[in-house]
């Protein structure tokens, strides 16, 4: 049964160039007195996810790397017209397992290496991951020029001619095997690169959500201030009652200033 595959040209090294937003994803700064501890998880979730996406895509490049370098060892000329034969097979076997990686990487449903990712994509089929506590521009992240995932199959490739049959098809192939692990090693560097970002977001939202507990838990911190102050002075007037049955020609300052900050709350 032959495989789905999508129509295109062959994709060049130069072609594919690393995201542009890459190297320009800011750092979340949360001064926003409207951020919420649940808009702070919901980031932490999506970042996750971004992260399990790259992983995805590392996986799948990982065994498209496997596939290609065994082709490489089976597209050099052969003189034995049985072993070419063989070879020939192999090689149409390995093109649809290829394929068969490109067809079922996914995550969660979405096809990965479809071409949907790609930055030549329409700009409104574009894929965003919310990284901060809103969706404005600066905390979200644009998958398809950051990754740029290009369609992947043995045709976009251009891995359909392969054949071990003569010494200029198969200097040829090599050539084309070459070009292909060099697109599929940029869409790697460009996933780990994307997986960098992502871990050290995580790293901002997890302080951000401690700072954000820590503030939400300070008026009960206060409150048990104010509570300890009341009965530090509720124990010392108790004490002065104590020693002035004993004594009663001792005289003790009034602490206004201790009942003046209880009145006012301070």
């Not at 994709?11 to 700064?29: A, M, N, R, T």
């Not at 001064?31 to 895509?57: R, W």
């Not at 700009?123 to 521009?137: C, D, F, I, Q």
């Not at 940029?186 to 951000?208: D, F, P, W």
Request: net charge positive.
């Amino acid at each position: 049964m032959d495989q789905k595959t999508i129509a295109g040209t062959a994709y060049k090294v130069g072609d594919i160039e690393p995201g542009l937003e890459i190297s320009g994803l800011e750092f979340l700064k949360f001064t926003n007195p409207e951020t919420n501890l649940k808009n702070l998880n919901q980031a932490i979730h999506n970042v996750l996810l971004g992260m399990e996406l790259v992983s995805v895509v590392g996986n799948a490049c990982s065994e498209m790397e496997a596939i290609l370098s065994q082709l490489k060892q089976w597209v050099s000329p052969s003189s034995n017209p049985e072993e070419k034969a063989l070879l020939d097979v192999k090689i149409s076997l390995k093109l649809r397992e290829l394929d068969q990686v490109a067809e079922t990487f996914n995550h969660k449903g979405q096809k990965l290496l479809d071409g949907s990712l790609s930055a030549s994509a329409k700009t409104e089929t574009h894929s965003y991951l919310v990284v901060g506590a809103n969706g404005s521009p600066e905390n979200r992240i644009n998958l398809n020029t950051s990754l740029n995932i290009p369609p992947i199959t043995s045709k976009t490739l251009g891995l359909g001619a392969l054949s071990p049959c003569s010494p200029r098809k198969g200097l040829k192939g090599l050539m084309v095997l070459e070009n292909a692990l060099a697109i599929i090693n940029r869409l790697k560097q460009r996933s780990g690169a994307l997986k960098t970002h992502l871990q050290e977001i995580q790293k901002n939202l997890a302080t951000a959500i401690e700072n954000h507990r820590a503030a939400n838990s300070a008026p009960g911190s206060y409150e048990q201030a104010r509570e300890f102050l009341r009965a530090a002075n509720n124990l010392i007037k108790k004490e002065q009652k104590r020693i002035l049955k004993r004594s009663p020609s001792l005289i003790f300052p009034h602490n206004e200033m201790c009942d003046k900050n209880l009145k006012e709350g301070k």
